[in-house]
């Protein structure tokens, strides 16, 4: 059993169109993460939430922690948005665990 | 500011052979961990070490060993290579704040074990 479960696991889109990637986790957490992973490339963090929601240009990432749910919005997306897309959920300072990733194709 | 920088990017190794891939990070961080990423699995956590000088097992140890050389360098060694340690590696480091601190992660190390 995982306890960080992601939704969907594959996902193409045209461009332009609005995307929502969904995380969820059964344990209870103080943070989680979303990091972008380019095909061959390295991890970079998107963003780190513990309450609400924040917007960093065309992407917005919301939690809500009773429900044990976070959400990643992409906005007007675009092919250069392809990417898997992880989330991580922070048990502990140095406890994480990690989804399997939504892998995103967006087509011109 | 180069952030996390780990080496070698690319490895091929025959079994039984050792190597070490070397990580650092400038940005002054206590928190440095070793995940490593294989094909429809998230990031599995081989070591971490929360400061200088002191290290612990992750989720997947056996095979490996970490050195915490000083705070800025994290190295993983595999003594003995086997096939099931063919994976890409990354070296990641946190943010300064306990709980809440951002994760900075390396390019990742791409290991293949023949």
């Known amino acids: 059993k995982n306890e960080v479960e992601q939704s969907p696991q594959n996902l193409t889109a045209q461009e332009g169109e609005f995307i929502t990637i969904n995380c969820s986790y059964s344990v209870g957490i103080s943070a989680l993460h979303w990091l972008q992973q380019h095909p061959g490339g390295g991890i970079v963090s998107l963003f780190m939430?513990?309450?609400g929601k924040k917007k960093h240009g065309r992407l917005i990432a919301t939690i809500n922690i009773q429900e044990k749910h976070s959400s990643l919005h992409i906005t007007a997306s675009h092919p250069r948005d392809s990417a898997v897309y992880i989330c991580a959920a922070v048990l502990t300072g140095n406890q994480f665990y990690f989804g399997t990733g939504t892998s995103l194709t967006v087509i011109p | 500011n180069a952030g996390v920088t780990q080496t070698p990017k690319f490895q091929v190794l025959k079994t039984g052979q050792s190597m070490t891939l070397q990580c650092a990070q400038d940005?002054?961080?206590?928190?440095m961990y070793w995940y490593r990423q294989d094909p429809g699995m998230g990031l599995r956590l081989i070591y971490y070490?929360?400061?200088?000088?002191?290290?612990d097992k992750g989720e997947v140890p056996n095979g490996y060993n970490v050195s915490r050389l000083n705070k800025r360098e994290f190295s993983l060694r595999l003594e003995s290579a086997a096939p099931s340690q063919t994976s890409v590696y990354f070296c990641?480091?946190?943010?300064?704040?306990?709980?809440?601190?951002?994760?900075?992660f390396g390019e990742g190390s791409r290991l293949t074990v023949l």
């Open positions: 070490s929360a400061s200088e000088g002191t290290t």
């Open positions: 940005m002054n961080h206590n928190s």
């Open positions: 939430l513990s309450s």
């Open positions: 990641a480091s946190k943010g300064r704040l306990a709980i809440t601190g951002e994760l900075f």
